[in-house]
């Protein structure tokens, strides 16, 4: 295990933090189901999510900052099917890890991360490090669609590609509905 991610430092990439209302740092033990299916795991999220839903995911880039090798981006992913937003994300990649061709398909910003990675075979390792309880601040609710804050949860994770960590992430999936 790496030390992983810094929650703070990546928030303060794309100010202000409205977004979160409050969180808290949990064992992954303590993300009940079916979160814990959508985030315990070494697996991409894009996969992840899109076989929970049964619908593929775009990418929707909402901020971005890219300074030498660091491309840093916050975003969505939604549902092709309805365009519902399913998951919340916070990422740095450090470009100088990636080849010129995954490069140029991330600063494209037309295709989810994962589904970049997997299509150009890069060996990759997904690290999570923290897993998070949240409670949604208004420009959360909104993007998930909530009238009022519904906790759910997220995970800090590192992506390693080729041995190197080059990729730094925040992801956090839309509240599920109640169980029938």
Not at 25 to 51: C, F, G, N, S
Not at 106 to 129: A, D, F, M, Q, Y
Not at 134 to 152: A, C, D
Request: hydrophobic fraction near 40%; include cysteine; proline fraction near 9%.
């Amino acid at each position: 295990m790496t030390d992983g991610p810094d929650l703070d430092t990546l928030l303060l990439l794309f100010p202000p933090t409205s977004y979160l209302r409050d969180y808290k740092i949990i064992p992954a033990d303590q993300v009940p189901k079916p979160y814990r299916d959508l985030l315990v795991h070494e697996h991409h999220m894009t996969v992840t999510v899109e076989a929970h839903h049964g619908s593929l995911v775009d990418v929707k880039v909402l901020e971005k900052i890219h300074a030498g090798d660091a491309y840093s981006r916050k975003i969505l992913l939604a549902l092709q099917g309805d365009g519902r937003i399913v998951q919340f994300g916070l990422v740095r990649i450090w470009l100088n890890y990636c080849t010129p061709e995954v490069r140029d398909e991330i600063l494209s910003e037309k295709t989810p991360l994962g589904r970049i990675l997997i299509n150009h075979n890069v060996l990759r390792r997904i690290e999570p490090t923290e897993f998070l309880r949240v409670t949604p601040g208004p420009e959360m609710m909104q993007w998930f669609g909530l009238s009022r804050p519904e906790i759910t949860y997220g995970r800090l994770a590192m992506i390693h590609c080729d041995g190197k960590p080059a990729i730094e992430l925040l992801e956090i999936v839309a509240p599920e509905p109640p169980a029938a």
